[in-house]
């Protein structure tokens, strides 16, 4: 008998041998020791948090208390606008809950309609293209236009629905610097002439806030014969003179090929499009795989977008609001010495550099016991292994609010030694 009770005699000779499953979360093991390391701290979970009731665009309930939304990327505060809540509501009643469909089968709905005409109205463009989120729209434009044997040349602090959509498909990737003009001249000279190209580009980079300069780097990618696609995803509404973006505000109208935009930001709902005035642009709707393989966005959604962006073309108080808003915190935060990566504020993000991940959920933690909730950003998110708090400002922020915030922040970075 052997150990087992088996005798070994019984086995068939060439019963094969199967080797104990192998467990694939095994990789994770580093990541779920560092989670446990935080949550036995007994610091809150800064991915882990709860809106229990949300009172307007810049104040929720979590765990029970009043919070000030500072991490939101609501920066017109559009989410409690009467007519857009009244637009979804009244698509409800008229179109019901879902599509229950994609919306290159049953999925196109009236508001489908009325959001993408809204879209080429808002950026005076020819065509304009509706996906089920921002991610999609990336995915989707990127993989399917830049194909085997192209390239696409992309800055290295890109979003990752950019590198995922690269990722999606066959074209050669090829990174520059980021917000490097001379880099990318330097790159796109070294490929080969014959083979197509597209750059792309970001208005706003989300994570601190600093704006390309796309005059220089789209006047760079033409010399070279590419095409250009920029994702506006945190500008709409509040960069150049019809809101379109960074790109419109740098002069860029008729230069841009594709831009790529959101609804969950400015626009306040979800979803996600891209705009352009390229005569084929149509025929996108037939080669996107993440427009076509998946449900399009529910009726009340698009209803709301189409009407929140319409307003959004009329916003300019709104927009005045936010910029003032986003000045008072930038000079707040600064004078009081907290490391910012800009000198002044560039776009409506204001990121607060901390050194680790331990001091930077230590100052989020006393932020949300004193009431204001901002983004605690990490790497994989983040450029060259940056820690941040995230601040992203709303036009719906008054300027007493802004005023407690930079106190709060005040107390908060004395008490774990941010500041001094
Ligand atoms: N592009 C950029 C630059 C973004 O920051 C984001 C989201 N944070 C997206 C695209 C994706 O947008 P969505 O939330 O609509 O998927």
Known sequence: MTET??????????????????????????????REALLASGLRDPFGIVMEEVKSPTVAIIKGRETILLGTYNYMGMTF??????????????????TNGSRALNGTFHDHMEVEAALRDFYGMSGAIVFSTGYQANLGVISAIAAKGEYIILDADSHASIYDGCAMGNAEVVRFRHNSVEDLDKRLGRLPKEPGKLVVLEGV??????????????????????MVLVDEAHSMGFFGEHGRGVYEDQGLED???FVIGTFSKSVGTVGGFCVSNHPSFEILRFVCRPYIFTASLPPAV??????????LMHAADKRERLWANTRQLHAGLKQLGFRLPTDAPESAIVAVLLDDQEQAVRMWHGLLEAGLYVNVARPPA???????LRCSVCAEHTSEQMARVIGMFEAAGRATGVIV
């Open 5 to 34: 009770g088996l005798q070994a005699e019984a086995l068939p000779a060439d019963l094969p041998t199967v080797p104990s499953e192998r467990d694939l979360f095994d990789k994770f093991a580093p990541l779920i020791a560092e």
């Open 81 to 98: 606008d009467p007519d857009v809540i009244a637009a979804g509501k009244n698509a409800f009643d008229k179109f019901g809950t879902g």
């Open 255 to 257: 230069q841009v090929d």
């Open 205 to 226: 980079y989300s994570m601190l806030g600093d704006i390309a300069p796309l005059k220089e780097m789209v006047a760079v990618a033409k010399k070279h014969g590419a």
């Open 382 to 388: 983040t450029p060259a292994g940056m820690f941040l």
């Open 302 to 311: 698009v209803a709301s977008a189409a009407t929140s962006i319409r307003k």
